[in-house]
């Protein structure tokens, strides 16, 4: 089983990307999914993370009303709308299976993906 992040890029203060993270191999559909992300000099942080069937979401703070979290369980896809960004949501942004049906910012993480990089410019 893979983590396949992808979507990042470069984009200009206040401007919008979408990131998703398809699961590939013999995946199951009753995991939690999280987003993290890494910026450079900083630890990992959580961003998001939805319940295996989407009825239940936490997103941090830092993120909350810009950034939301999607899946799609007939694609095996997990998606991370981003809005409004800022030059400090800057960093790699990496997907992770949880080990539960739930995924938060205390949840165990079992499978990680490879990261994808997200710049925003002032």
């Known amino acids: 089983v893979q983590l396949q992040a992808s979507g990042g890029g470069l984009v200009q203060d206040g401007g919008s990307l979408r990131l998703s993270c398809a699961a590939s191999?013999?995946?199951?559909?009753?995991?939690?999914m999280g987003w993290f992300r890494q910026a450079p000099g900083k630890e990992r942080e959580f961003v998001a993370g939805?319940?295996?069937?989407?009825?239940?979401?936490n997103t941090a703070d830092s993120v909350k009303g810009r950034f939301t979290i999607s899946r799609d369980r007939t694609k095996n896809t997990v998606y991370l709308q981003m809005n409004s960004l800022k030059p400090e949501d800057t960093g790699v942004y990496y997907c992770a299976k949880s080990r539960t049906a739930v995924a938060g910012p205390g949840s165990d993480y079992t499978l990680w993906g490879q990261g994808t990089q997200v710049t925003v410019s002032s």
């Open positions: 939805i319940a295996w069937n989407g009825g239940l979401i």
């Open positions: 191999g013999r995946t199951s559909s009753n995991n939690g």
